[in-house]
């Protein structure tokens, strides 16, 4: 008998969900940083390193936001958050199984980019619109354990991050909030 190939065959291991490997952000080229990096000033330059020092595999993507999405935020929520719909679009939910691990890859990928803003507004604003996302998706939520748990975690995300927004902020969310509750 030949030997079982540690290569993935479809649908075990290297099981492929069309348009999720490449729905978010392109990053920039090496050359376009390298070229970027050489306008900033040497103090601005510091604070860069500094802050990529804390991550090790998205350090180009990291730059990239550093680089050229920080000072529009706004921009940078939107076009996640639109990115984040065509996932959930595209993602195939035929079985509960594909459909929770669809829903992981998105929310692995939108905690990253969170972290890269380290905004706490841009945080409630994209784990809301995840929450509403799953929620329109009208999967039986309360028969996965799995799922049910994951939105309630991102509820609770939600609420520990609104809690250090200001009051008129925190207002102006409550209503979407209470919503995914229900």
């Known amino acids: 008998m030949g030997k079982i190939s540690p290569v993935a065959s479809p649908g075990v291991i290297g099981l ?12 920039a080229s090496l050359t376009e940083i390298k070229r970027e990096l050489d306008t900033i000033p040497g103090d601005g330059l510091v604070r860069i390193c500094l802050r990529l020092a804390a991550y090790r595999k998205e350090n180009k993507e990291l730059l990239h936001y550093l680089l050229f999405e920080s000072h529009q935020e706004d921009g940078y929520v939107n076009a996640i958050r639109e990115e984040v719909t065509v996932a959930f679009a595209e993602m195939n939910a035929g079985t509960m199984y594909l459909a929770k691990k669809s829903i992981r890859r998105i929310l692995r990928t939108l905690k990253k980019y969170i972290r890269y803003s380290g905004d706490k507004q841009t945080e409630v ?16 939520l309360r028969e996965s354990k799995v799922l049910m748990n994951l939105y309630e975690r991102q509820l609770a995300s939600i609420e520990k991050a609104l ?6 902020l925190q207002a102006d969310y409550r209503g979407r909030i209470e919503e995914l509750k229900s």
């Not at 492929?16 to 990053?27: A, E, Q, R, T, V």
């Not at 619109?129 to 999967?139: D, I």
């Not at 809690?163 to 008129?168: A, P, R, Y």
């Open 125 to 140: 604003e994209l784990l809301i619109h995840f929450c509403e996302a799953v929620k329109a998706l009208n999967l039986p």
């Open 163 to 168: 809690s250090t927004l200001h009051e008129d």
């Open 16 to 27: 492929s969900l069309p348009g999720l490997n490449d729905f978010f952000m392109k990053i």
